[in-house]
């Protein structure tokens, strides 16, 4: 476990150094980018649950983030600025998806699994789309941040910035220790054998829609805080595309790991960014590039560096 | 009356073209177990090769064959250079790497004919419109769909029901490694099989140019559509893929005509004026959500 | 259940495969304590008994009682409660899991309910110390710590069997356990599964009939017709 200690306190900082390095160096543009990374890693680190630790190809996660950045910008839109009330519940009513759409989807499994989920987050996308009142396709400005009572200003970028580090620490915490908790084994158990589950006395429904719930709630965590950088709120949360980057976030970063999210987040996140400043069409340069990824480099970073497997 | 008939029609064509999508996809799923997301990108090039062919040729059925042709070739490339190491992993991966195959035909798609939206037309001929009843004219084109589609439903039918071809597909879909033990060359098979769906996925693109918008992304709106149908149909079921396309396509469009007034006649207008819309565009997946619930595997699963 | 009538009755079975009648019209009682073995020839429908015994398979007709209750429509996690558990012809272990994880994890099954999500499983002893007991009876206490999927294959046999005997079955449905093994290492099961005799009820398919005759009080003969 020392290299990975050694990764972590490093990353904590690296991290938090970053806003007054940036500031420094006149570069304010960084800051916002990290922040975005690491509300994607909060984003990817709740998917990494369910598809990494769990086996549940949910290719339709995205849908968490939109329900969450809804929660909050709707309340918005009436006035409702309340921070506490807002990101309540963003996660809670990003649970009650997870669990509407989890009861149905996890009775099926395989190619089912995965077009079924991909499937609900359209119909919510499509939702979205149709609602005029929060500015339909087009999406609508956040009207104000959500409000802490003065514990935390999100208008500052840099106190936004350390809100979001430290959520994403919890978050990825939380995670670790759900991956290696009782409840955990089980997740783990079914997702390597789900015949030997079933046989030695467990029902793996349960405790996957549990876990389905569990991420589906990160989810809205990270639509609440993506909502609130971005301050726009849109359907495109809700893309299916937006579900496979995070997928892919998950992948690249290294399946079942604790810092896969971090890591997946910033790789695809940087390599977005560098791409699409060298070209307008750099999608079909990503395009090839993530097909090589999944064929050659299916262990991911955090995979390759720290899980020294036969 | 002539609406209820006319929104009847328009569900029957897009389920005839839903159909053209799914019978592909779900034999692709069923003998090749493999998760192919880019059957959309196939769908928009065929649309794509279409429109651009009839504007160059002049001459509307050289460039259907040539759109075929071009859209058959291309997935054949895309098969043997991208999928073919996809065949031996599992979902997951194919489902990411489809999905970077459809950064990349969308992205392409865009550089050579730009993001904006193209023009497709139909040549006069097939243009106007018929005069089914008495104060029913009907478009021409549409009904041309139809046929095009219950044709291809009857060549299909015939091939897996009463072709050797079709024995294999029916074999391979229900065991795939049986049929590989019993040395029928498995990946001339599957190259078939895969153009097959290919070519039907070009067809589909070219009859809906004229209707739809042609521009980058269309597949995917339209792939999830058929991965609605194939559930409902069962994987590996071409009956299932005709049944649930059928199904799914006079829903959604008899939803989307009439839900809003059904809706404002029960309960208010302004409720409906909020709620139909929405509803409307939910109303498949809680289809799908009610056949799902009664069977798992759909209404046809073709495996044991 | 009276100390007469039998722990496990199985009465009319029938279970088809299209038009391939696997079990036809079975009638089987074991007694409690005793092993009863059920031999044939491969593809005669043994393990599909058993798969229908441990609820992995429905039958299509007949009726099979445990301890009295009549369980033919019950769930596979459900018959592990009620004290059946069922090793499998072809070792089915947790391959990324440790040994002690994989018997660990039998024993949480058993444990009430796992929706506790904060201490580490395993630093749980009360997981973890019957799984050691369950690790020293099969013998595989020096290897407690490696992945199962390093195990060599008898190995593995032996980790299935141990995880067998974590859920504190009262019937034992052992497919063909020594599947695979040489002379030696078997020989060395039907030592183990002879100690276990005393203390459960077994229903053993098996081929090996130097393992059938030394171990078995009754056997069922499977034939193909």
Redesign the interface.
Known sequence: MRKGQLFWGAAVVLLAALPPAALALQQPFYLDLVRRVMIFAIAAASLNLILGYGGMVSFGHAAYLGVGGYAVGVLSHYGIDNGWLQWALAIGASALAAAAIGAISIRTSGIYFIMITLAFTQMLYYLGISLDEYGGDDGMRLATRSRFSGLVDLDSPVAFYYLVLALMLLVLYLSH??V???????I??AK??E??T??????PYA?KL?AFVIAGAMGGLAGALLVNHTAYLTPEFMNWTRSGELMFMVILGGMATTAGPLLGAFALLIVEDLLSGWTEHWQVILGPLLVLAVVFFKRGIAGSLFHDR? | MVLVLEQILNGLQLGVMLFLMAAGLTLVFGIMNLVNLAHGSLYMVGAYFAAALYQWTGSFPLAVLLALAGTLAVGIATEVIALRTLYERDHLDQVLATFGLILFFNELVAILWGRAAIYSTVPDYLSGHVELAANFRYPLYRLVIVAVGLAVALLLWFVVARTRLGMLIRAGASNRTMVAALGVNIRLLYTIVFGCGAALAGLAGLLAGPIYVVQPGMGELILIQVFVVIVIGGIGSIRGAFFGALLVGTVDTLGRAFLKPVLAAVLSPTAAEAAGPALASMLIYLLMAAVLAIRPRGLFAAR? | MTANSPMLEIRGLIKS??ALRATDQVDLDVREGETHAIIGPNGAGKTTLLGQL???LRPDAGAIRFAGEDITRL???AR??RGI??S?QIT??????TVL?NV???V???AGH?????????E?PE?AQPAQRVLEEVGLTARSGVLA??LSHGEQRQLEIA?VLA?RPKLLLLDEPAAGAGAEETQRLIRFLGGLKRRHTMVLVEHDMDAVFTLADRVHVVLDQ
């Open positions: 220790r759900i290696r908790s009782r409840f955990g084994r089980v783990r158990a390597s054998n015949a030997r079933r046989a030695v006395g467990l029902s405790y549990a036969e | 044991a | 495969f299209g441990s609820g992995t769930a596979a996690p592990s409660h558990a069922r499998f089915s272990v947790y391959r990324d899991f994880e660990a994890l039998a949480q099954a058993h796992s929706f506790r999500f904060w201490r580490a499983a395993d749980v997981l999927a390093r995880m859920t």
